[in-house]
């Protein structure tokens, strides 16, 4: 769709981002304006991004990373499926979670403060690494 009709692709795809959210509207419309008010994207570039969203899957190495990690995501996500906060204790045993009910998939930006309550308690508590 991003060679085919590159602003409607855009379109779609900020709305994926605040999809679920009380303010997603009115999100969604600060959202387009900002972003199509830019210079269009690397049509190239974007597709090689989501090329590799389609074909590279690091669920294995998420165990090898050593520090504090702490997931925000939204319930009502569109692009990455919450049951992921199901799954990461197993992929990234040191890793914490926290799922926002009725976000998108920018919670930092439909459920701001919420999400800097969950981004300043994180921080509040990174000191060192968590592996050996």
């Given at each position: 769709?991003?060679?085919?009709?590159f602003?409607?692709?855009?379109?779609?795809?900020?709305?994926l981002?605040?999809?679920?959210?009380?303010?997603?509207?009115?999100?969604?419309?600060?959202?387009?304006?900002?972003?199509?008010?830019?210079?269009?994207?690397?049509?190239?570039?974007?597709q090689?991004?989501?090329?590799?969203?389609?074909?590279?899957?690091?669920?294995?190495?998420?165990?090898?990373?050593?520090?504090p990690?702490?997931?925000?995501?939204?319930?009502?996500?569109?692009?990455?499926?919450?049951?992921?906060?199901?799954?990461?204790?197993?992929?990234?045993?040191?890793?914490?979670?926290?799922?926002?009910?009725?976000?998108?998939?920018?919670p930092?930006?439909?459920?701001?403060?919420?999400?800097?309550?969950?981004?300043?308690?994180?921080?509040?508590?990174?000191?060192?690494?968590?592996?050996?």
């Open positions: 769709d991003l060679e085919q009709d602003v409607a692709t855009i379109q779609r795809f900020l709305s981002q605040v999809r679920g959210s009380e303010s997603g509207r009115h999100l969604l419309r600060q959202l387009r304006k900002e972003i199509l008010a830019q210079p269009p994207a690397n049509v190239s570039a974007l090689t991004g989501l090329d590799l969203l389609k074909t590279v899957d690091l669920r294995n190495a998420l165990h090898t990373l050593c520090m990690t702490h997931w925000i995501l939204g319930e009502r996500d569109m692009l990455v499926d919450v049951a992921l906060a199901n799954e990461l204790p197993d992929l990234m045993p040191q890793s914490t979670v926290h799922v926002i009910a009725n976000a998108g998939h920018a930092f930006l439909s459920h701001l403060d919420e999400f800097r309550v969950q981004l300043s308690s994180f921080a509040k508590k990174i000191h060192e690494p968590v592996c050996d």
